[in-house]
C-alpha cells in the first residue's frame, strides 16, 4: 500500500538537495510555496509537513497521481487491517519505519499529533493506544495521493539552456529555438519569487524528441 513520505519543510529541502546538489529550488521558495498553499500542508506538532511525493510531482507537467475511487481504498485499507480498522500505535508506527526509514510517523512523535485530533485514536490507559487507520490515513494523505515520485531536476531558466548547450554541443543550437522548446506545454515550468523553474528532464526529453525529428525530416 502507498505510504506517504511526510517531511518536515527543512528535512524536505535538506532530501531534495542530498538527492540534488545542483537544484535550483531554495528553501526560501519551498517555504513560499507551502505559504502560498500551492502544496498540501499538514501541522504535525507545530511544524509545516509535506508530502514528498506531491513535491516532487508539483514539478512535473503530469502532476500528482491521485485516486479518488473510495472502493480502491478500502480494498488497501482491508490489506492493512484485514479484521478491520484498528491498529495499535506501535503497528502503525512499524508499517511507516519499514516503508520509509525517515518517516515522522514514530511513537513519541505521533502521540503528539493524535492528541490534537483526538478523532483519531482511543486510548485505553497511557500504554495501549489504539488508532482508527483509515481515518488516520485520510488525515495525513488528503488528497488521495497513490504513488511514489522521483525528484526532477529543477534548474533556472539560464542554467537549463547552458547544460542543454554543454551536453549537446554540435550541432550549435540557436537560443530562440530553445527557448521555444521550453515554452511548450509539455515542460514543466513554475514561476516563483520572480524566477523561473524549470523541470530539466522534461526540457531535455522535448529536446531530442523534438531535435531529432526536425533532423530527419529534413
Given amino acids: 500500500m502507498y505510504l506517504p513520505r511526510l517531511r518536515k519543510l527543512s528535512d524536505a529541502y535538506e532530501e ?19 505559504e502560498r498553499r500551492d502544496l ?40 492493512i487491517c484485514p479484521k478491520g480498522s484498528i491498529m495499535t500505535l506501535p503497528d502503525l508506527c512499524l508499517l511507516f519505519q519499514n516503508q520509509d526509514s525517515n518517516s515522522l510517523i514514530y511513537n513519541r512523535n505521533l502521540r503528539k499529533f493524535l492528541q490534537e485530533n483526538d478523532e483519531l485514536y482511543i486510548a485505553l490507559n497511557q500504554n ?14 488528503p488528497l488521495g495521493v497513490c504513488q511514489k515520485e522521483t525528484l526532477p531536476r529543477i534548474r533556472g531558466q539560464i542554467s537549463a539552456l547552458k ?35 524549470i523541470n530539466y528532464d522534461e526540457f531535455e526529453q522535448e529536446f531530442l524528441r523534438h531535435f531529432y525529428v526536425v533532423k530527419k525530416t529534413n
Avoid at 191 to 197: E, F, K, R, T, V
Fill in 16 to 34: 531534495i538537495k542530498r538527492l540534488d546538489p545542483e537544484t535550483a529550488l531554495t528553501f526560501r521558495q519551498l517555504r513560499s510555496m507551502a
Fill in 40 to 79: 498540501t500542508i499538514l501541522k504535525y506538532n507545530n511544524a509545516w509537513v509535506v508530502n514528498m511525493d506531491e513535491l516532487f510531482a508539483h514539478f512535473t507537467t503530469r502532476g500528482v497521481t491521485r485516486c479518488i475511487n473510495e472502493n480502491f481504498w478500502q480494498n488497501e485499507f482491508a490489506t
Fill in 128 to 141: 495501549r493506544w489504539f488508532i482508527n487507520f483509515p481515518e488516520f490515513y485520510r488525515k495525513i494523505n
Fill in 163 to 197: 547544460l542543454i548547450k554543454q551536453t549537446y554541443p554540435k550541432p550549435k543550437i540557436k537560443k530562440e529555438y530553445l527557448l521555444q522548446i521550453l515554452q511548450m506545454s509539455t515542460v514543466k515550468k513554475y514561476q516563483i519569487g520572480g524566477h523561473w523553474l
